[in-house]
């Protein structure tokens, strides 16, 4: 990955408030195609807000994102065409089988319907669900419907692809299957923001990380940088050493200068 490789995700100044709470404040964070970035932060430091905003679930109380080039306020379907969400807690249909759902969600997507058929059908047999697809979702396990979900958001191919918890309530053989399906989408240019508690993951799997706390973006880089501003030992020492707010703002003006 080049420094001319494009910015397919970029946020200046995201904010948002909820009365006098203040859930993320004004965050910078740019994320490149084919770079696998990891969100990480303590419960309730506001990734889940952030992700909504870059999404368009959430309409920002100041600053702005640009999803591909374009201002998910402002050009949301636009913008909204390129993204695959996959949230913490998602909705399927339960009376549509696996099938019928992802059918369904790539005309969605405004897929020709033979182009849905054969896209739904292709993941399914990723995920090891190709034998359940005419079950309906309601008699999916937990772990089968995360992966149907992940399905969902694949359908159309998308070009920069959120996931808020990914491998939550999957057995280690789908969560590997995730995780390499993650490195082949990221190989092919495929932007991936992902949000994870888990942090050996993230530090095997992302180029970069950024870390959030009280909706402030503490640190951001790779481990060498995040090592080379003030922290020390793997990723889960440099997480409780920047949220637990020592050297925080050295760190940050290194990273900063860097």
């Not at 739904?120 to 090891?128: G, M, Q």
């Not at 399906?181 to 994870?196: D, K, P, V, Y």
């Not at 402030?216 to 707010?245: H, K, N, P, S, Y």
Request: aromatic share 6%; proline share 4%.
């Amino acid at each position: 990955m080049s420094a001319d490789t494009p910015w397919m995700i970029e946020a200046h100044g995201l904010t948002k408030r909820y009365g006098e709470a203040l859930a993320v404040d004004n965050l910078d964070l740019q994320v490149r195609a084919g770079e696998i970035f990891g969100f990480l932060g303590p419960n309730g430091a506001g990734k889940t807000t952030t992700i909504k905003m870059l999404v368009g679930l959430l309409r920002p109380s100041a600053g702005h994102a640009r999803i591909g080039g374009y201002d998910i306020q402002a050009q949301p379907l636009q913008a909204k065409a390129l993204i695959g969400f996959v949230p913490d807690t998602p909705f399927l249909y339960e009376k549509l089988t696996g099938l019928e759902f992802l059918r369904f969600i790539g005309r969605l997507y405004s897929l020709e319907p033979q182009e849905a058929g054969r896209r739904a059908e292709e993941l399914l047999a990723t995920f090891d669900l190709a034998e359940r697809a005419g079950d309906l979702v309601q008699g999916y396990s937990h772990g089968m419907r995360q992966k149907l979900t992940l399905a969902a958001a694949l359908i159309h191919d998308p070009r920069v692809f959120f996931l808020d918890e990914p491998t939550v309530g999957l057995d280690p053989k789908s969560a590997r299957q995730v995780k390499d399906l993650l490195r082949r989408l990221a190989a092919q240019g495929t932007c991936i923001f992902m949000s994870t508690h888990i942090l050996e993951i993230a530090e095997r799997m992302c180029d970069r990380v950024g870390i959030i706390d009280h909706g402030r973006l503490l640190a951001c880089g790779t481990m060498e940088e995040l090592r080379a501003a003030g922290g020390t030992g793997t990723l889960e020492d440099i997480f409780l050493q920047v949220t637990g707010g020592a050297d925080v703002e050295e760190m940050a003006r290194h990273l900063d200068e860097n």
